[in-house]
């Protein structure tokens, strides 16, 4: 399974992106020079409805084929009309966010997202505090329009 790197040039672009229907779709690594990057893809439940996983963490290394920490969004609106687009988007943010946190570049960091939804604090560096505050103001802002319990630790 390989890592398809890609250059997108634009963040409206990313998320234009289709849902793909595929079980085993490999992950999707999306880096814009050195302001962001996110890890994707999408798999489908044995009652076919389709979840997406949101990696967090640059690549490492040559051989890396998956992000460091991930989470799966079930994509279920709590509002008729909140559009999957919307979750998608707050998805591709926490992501960032959390792709931010990890990667600081003094004082990286490998703190859980239960960790950070509970606490708001870094586990490693009292620097990364303000991206640990983001982290948990995106999960509450998932919370507040996706359904689907991901964050519910």
């Not at 302001?35 to 439940?45: H, Y």
């Not at 979840?51 to 279920?76: D, L, M, Y």
């Not at 990667?103 to 490998?110: A, F, G, I, S, V």
Request: glycine fraction near 4%; proline fraction near 5%.
């Amino acid at each position: 399974m390989s890592v398809l790197h890609k250059e997108l040039p634009s963040y409206e672009e990313a998320l234009q992106i289709p849902l793909r229907n595929s079980i085993n779709h490999p992950w999707l690594y999306r880096k814009k020079r050195f302001s962001w990057a996110s890890w994707e893809r999408n798999i489908t439940s044995s009652d076919g409805s389709i979840a997406t996983q949101w990696g967090s963490g640059g690549i490492t290394s040559t051989s890396q084929t998956e992000p460091r920490i991930f989470f799966t969004c079930g994509n279920k609106p709590r509002q008729s009309d909140t559009s999957i687009q919307t979750i998608r988007q707050d998805c591709f943010q926490l992501a960032k966010q959390m792709t931010s946190h990890q990667d600081h570049p003094t004082k990286p960091c490998r703190c859980p997202y239960w960790h950070l939804k509970r606490t708001g604090k870094c586990l490693v560096s009292r620097r990364s505090q303000r991206c640990s505050r983001n982290v948990q103001a995106m999960i509450q802002r998932h919370d507040r329009v996706c359904a689907c319990g991901c964050f519910e630790f």
